[in-house]
């Protein structure tokens, strides 16, 4: 299913959370969008106000990485040369900057 699904402490900010996870329903509400997510280990039930970015996931290439591009990096190991390494980077599309 999804990418490192299940719920979690974030250090976003003070007591966030984040959770990954398999959409399993959906019901529009006055203050935003309620959504049943399912993982592995259970279920949230979350509101999700209209200004929260929601983003996927897709396989690309480095062609995505170029200037102007807006990109988030997580867990980069600094190699004995200095640079960086990392088994994975996010790329916005189309002007989107990651969220997380």
Known sequence: RG??????????????T????????TVGGTDG?????????????VVVPPDTPI??????????????AKLIIFGAAKKDDGTLEANRV???R???TPPM
Do not use: C, L
């Open 3 to 16: 990418a490192a699904e299940g719920f979690r402490p974030w250090d976003a900010r003070a007591n966030s």
């Open 94 to 96: 189309d002007g989107i």
């Open 18 to 25: 984040m959770t990954n996870a398999t959409v399993a329903q």
């Open 33 to 45: 969008q309620h959504i049943t997510v399912k993982y592995k280990d259970g279920e949230k039930n």
């Open 90 to 92: 996010n790329v916005g």
């Open 55 to 68: 983003v996927t996931f897709v396989a690309s290439d480095k062609s995505e990485v170029k200037p102007g």
